[in-house]
């Protein structure tokens, strides 16, 4: 049997996507071009800067990097730029407490 | 600032391929950041540069290093920008 890919990026090619890598680096970008290895082409990208005393914590801080390649090997998420809300409380907290109470 | 250019290039790997012979900016996964004239790269992308400079990023400002000729193992490497360098972005922010 083949092989298949489970993420099709296929869909987004042209939408702005938001690419997290292993090393804490954070990136928005239009996506242009991928390959299997999830190895990205993004244009107008631009970086989130991080908190260098809490680096999970981008600060107001971006810098413009332009047409980039992205390194599928460093890439630890993707998902689409819009509909996407970051959040430091755990959403299914509250539901865990509902359950045990 | 790099440009895009027509459909077949979209391709990752294509597009590192056309800027061998001209300057590009690779960016680590850590706060290193090495700008240089890309000789070749390999199917792991380990990447020969010339005339390199090595910016390494700390809380007390950054540090550059000059180095004639390296080979840049591809194990850390995020993000790769045909044309790019680190300073354009501080020439643009300081106008």
Same mark, same amino acid.
């Given at each position: 049997?083949?092989?298949?890919?489970?993420?099709?990026?296929?869909?987004?090619?042209?939408?702005?996507?938001?690419?997290?890598?292993?090393?804490?680096?954070?990136?928005?970008? =239009?996506?242009? !071009?991928?390959?299997?290895?999830?190895?990205?082409?993004?244009?107008?990208? $631009? @970086? +989130?800067?991080? &908190? *260098?005393?809490?680096?999970?914590?981008?600060?107001?801080?971006?810098?413009?990097?332009?047409?980039? =390649?992205?390194? !599928?090997?460093?890439?630890?998420?993707?998902?689409?730029?819009?509909?996407? $809300? @970051? +959040?430091?409380? &755990? *959403?299914?907290?509250?539901?865990?407490?509902?359950?045990?109470? | 600032?790099?440009?895009?250019?027509?459909?077949?290039?979209?391709?990752?790997?294509?597009?590192?391929?056309?800027?061998?012979?001209?300057?590009?900016?690779?960016?680590?996964?850590?706060?290193?950041?090495?700008?240089?004239?890309?000789?070749?790269?390999?199917?792991?992308?380990?990447?020969?540069?010339?005339?390199?400079?090595?910016?390494?990023?700390?809380?007390?400002?950054?540090?550059?290093?000059?180095?004639?000729?390296?080979?840049?193992?591809?194990?850390?490497?995020?993000?790769?920008?045909?044309?790019?360098?680190?300073?354009?972005?501080?020439?643009?922010?300081?106008?």
């Amino acid at each position: 049997a083949m092989k298949r890919d489970i993420l099709d990026l296929d869909k987004h090619v042209g939408k702005k996507i938001h690419v997290k890598f292993q090393g804490g680096r954070s990136v928005v970008g =239009v996506l242009k !071009g991928f390959d299997p290895l999830v190895n990205l082409v993004l244009d107008e990208t $631009v @970086e +989130t800067i991080m &908190d *260098p005393e809490d680096p999970d914590t981008p600060t107001d801080e971006t810098r413009h990097l332009g047409l980039t =390649v992205v390194r !599928g090997t460093s890439v630890m998420l993707v998902c689409p730029a819009e509909g996407m $809300v @970051e +959040t430091k409380t &755990d *959403p299914f907290q509250q539901q865990q407490e509902e359950a045990e109470a | 600032m790099a440009s895009i250019s027509a459909a077949p290039s979209y391709l990752p790997l294509a597009l590192i391929d056309k800027c061998i012979g001209s300057r590009i900016w690779v960016i680590m996964k850590g706060d290193k950041e090495i700008v240089g004239t890309l000789r070749g790269f390999d199917d792991y992308v380990n990447m020969v540069m010339d005339d390199v400079r090595e910016y390494t990023f700390t809380p007390q400002g950054k540090k550059i290093t000059h180095l004639e000729s390296i080979l840049l193992n591809g194990n850390n490497i995020t993000m790769m920008i045909p044309g790019g360098d680190p300073e354009e972005g501080e020439k643009a922010g300081a106008a």
